[in-house]
């Protein structure tokens, strides 16, 4: 058994693991395994690791850098059978929004006014549309990113004045602790949060992405209503890409 040439069968059985159970957890709360979709959160390894997960079918994949994103969106884009749909999934500096704009399709982390307003200016600039999410601390912890629930209803009243960013729904990243059930109040608080956003009119009806769930938690919130789940080491459990 060589590692070196093993580690793409691990990947493989990593990833049909986390599907089945990202479909047993739709199951479990009556939805459709098709309405949670899986972004490979790439930031732990290189770039052959990126390519098997392509071959493997995974067409979502998401970066917490910039600079990472944009080099890997670039390095895979020579291959015209390997494109992506790239995420950016971690903080973002407004001094970095022209670098991104042309390789990511979502942005998870909208959390200022400022961020927007620079968004929808490049965007303008590049003359594309941006989808975005807005990332909420629902936990309330100080050392999360994000805005309060109370912020959020402004924040999309203004993205209702910009024209070339579409709001796409809200994204969370729950507290680390020891029994994931303990952040499922979390996640029905992101789900009860976009509804009542809905309800009022605040947002449109096709506003209905659910950002949330990594690999401690991603089947705790697919039973609460997550659409985008963002797994990176489950994923990449023995696997050590060395080629
Ligand atoms: C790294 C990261 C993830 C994936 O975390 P895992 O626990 O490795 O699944 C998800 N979301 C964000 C924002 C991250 O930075």
Known sequence: M???TNWRATLADNLAQV???????????????ADVRL?????????????????????DL???????????????ASDPAARPRWHMIGHLQRNKVRALLGACRMIHSLDSRRLADELEVE????????????EVNV???????????????????????????????????????????????CFAKLRELLWE????????????ELSMGMTQDYVQAIEE????????????????ATE
């Open 2 to 4: 060589e590692p070196q």
């Open 19 to 33: 599907r089945a159970e990202m479909a047993q957890a739709a199951a479990r709360a009556g939805r459709s395994a």
């Open 39 to 59: 972004v490979a959160v790439t930031k732990y390894v290189e770039l052959p690791v990126l390519r098997a997960l392509l071959d493997l079918g995974v067409q």
């Open 62 to 76: 998401g970066e917490n850098r910039v600079q990472q994103l944009t080099q890997r969106a670039a390095a895979l």
């Open 123 to 134: 965007a303008q600039r590049s003359g594309r549309d941006v989808d975005v999410l807005i």
């Open 139 to 185: 936990s309330g912890e100080q050392s999360k990113q994000g805005l309060t629930e109370s912020a959020v209803g402004d924040l999309c009243e203004h993205l209702g004045r910009l024209s070339r960013l579409r709001l796409r729904g809200l994204m969370t990243m729950a507290p680390l602790v020891d029994d994931p059930q303990r952040v499922r109040p």
């Open 197 to 208: 956003l809905r309800r009022r009119g605040v947002v449109e009806a096709d506003c209905r």
């Open 225 to 240: 209503g997550a659409t985008l789940v963002r797994v990176g080491s489950a994923l990449f459990r023995n696997v050590a």
